[in-house]
Nanobody, 115 residues
Framework: QVQLVESGGGLVQPGGSLRLSCAAS????????MGWYRQAPGKQREFVAR???????NYADSVKGRFTISRVNAANTVYLQMNSLKPEDTAVYYC?????????WGQGTQVTVSS
């Protein structure tokens, strides 16, 4: 069964940090490029970061230098370390393969950056 479960979101002040986790079923994690995406209120879902099975990474310009994506293949888990958070980072964050597959979307995890 395909499953992606995101966790680690919360409320944080501007400048703060959060670490998101995504536990994936082995069937979709193995050998796939994995990505993080986000959807802010009233906006379309957008790409945040991706990582290949070999560990090569790529980031959206808006998060470059602040966010770090990583993965532990043996645990079928992908992470997103978010530092220097800004109010505009407020969104629901999702993981999926890259490119994404419509039937893989999970519930996401809410990140709110506010003072």
């Amino acid at each position: 069964q395909v499953q992606l479960v995101e966790s680690g979101g919360g409320l944080v002040q501007p400048g703060g940090s959060l670490r998101l986790s995504c536990a994936a079923s082995r069937s979709i994690f193995s050998m796939n490029t994995m990505g993080w995406y986000r959807q802010a209120p009233g906006k379309q879902r957008e790409f945040v970061a991706r990582i290949t099975s070999a560990g090569r990474t790529n980031y959206a310009d808006s998060v470059k230098g602040r966010f770090t994506i990583s993965r532990v293949n043996a645990a079928n888990t992908v992470y997103l370390q978010m530092n220097s958070l800004k109010p505009e980072d407020t969104a629901v964050y999702y993981c999926n393969t890259f490119p994404h597959r419509d039937n893989y979307w999970g519930q996401g995890t809410q990140v709110t950056v506010s003072s």
